[in-house]
């Protein structure tokens, strides 16, 4: 592995994981190059920020000079996967060969299989049923195989659906709790009274930086470590119970989001996923617990904090 604590470690990405994996950086006293393409970043001491479009790979090569490690934190839109992915991730490998740098990938679980009646482990069987589940497997599986011919090292690290603090865009987001700490009505997502796994975002950055920084899991993919499962409904009387409040919570269905996805394409995409909270939706971090440091923050506390965070 070339990493060491003089060369600069390189997030694609300026979005919540990215600024947490900067943290994470930060905490170690790594320094620290974001690169995307607005160029812009909350100015921090030890953090560079760089204007590339990564789909321009001259661009991008410049852009990760002198990188060790880079964090792919980047994605397009929802909506525009199957037709954008591709070539980013190509871009990325090629700028990473070109530099002789490492690869992580922050990933997400859409590749797997429905087990409903197993939990999601890294050997749990590849077979999507979704577009999005088939572009993630096609560009993990890119990742993987820059590792397997000797272009660069990779690994990847798989998260579930985010909770953290001023995390938005997610079913534990700016949907669920501003509602839940107000007394209104949260409108879920699928089934309410189902088990689903849910990643800490700061654990999910911990874990990225452990994986560049150490370097004990090159060419693999790993569960982060993930936060204990419960259903919405609990997660929602957790909540309340913090700022007395009564939970109220009523699930929605694919009608709702066929409505909205008229004038919002991002939606529009959601209802293909739908499946993901009607049945049990657990994920097994054993294989990441077995090898490496880091730990799931203890639920009470990533609860706390998120809800902190959004009573700010």
Known sequence: MNTTNSTVHTILGAGQVAKATVAALRERGLPVRVVHKSGTFPK??????????????????????????????????????????????QNVISACEANKSNLVFADNLYM????????????????????????????????????????????????????????????????FFPPLLTGKTVRWFGKPDVAHSYTYVPDFANALVELGVDGQGWGEAWHVPTCVTYTANEVAAQTVALVHQTPKIVPTGAWMLRMVGIFLPAAKEMIEMLPHFESPYVVDDSKWRSRMKSRATPWPEALAATVASFKA
Request: aromatic share 6%; charged share 20%.
């Open 112 to 175: 797997y299989q429905e087990s409903p009646n197993a939990p999601l482990t890294e050997d749990t069987q590849q077979q999507p049923v979704t577009k999005k589940g088939v572009v993630r497997a096609r560009i993990a599986n890119m990742v993987l195989d820059a590792h397997k011919v000797g272009k660069i090292k990779t690994s990847i690290a798989r998260a579930s659906d985010f909770i953290g603090p001023g995390i938005k865009n997610s079913m534990l987001g700016e949907r």
């Open 44 to 89: 921090q001491d030890g953090v560079d920020v760089v204007a590339a479009d990564v789909n321009n790979l001259a661009q991008l090569t410049a852009a990760f000079k002198g990188s060790a490690v880079v964090y792919m934190c980047a994605m397009p839109a929802y909506h525009r996967w199957a037709h954008e992915f591709d070539v980013m991730m």
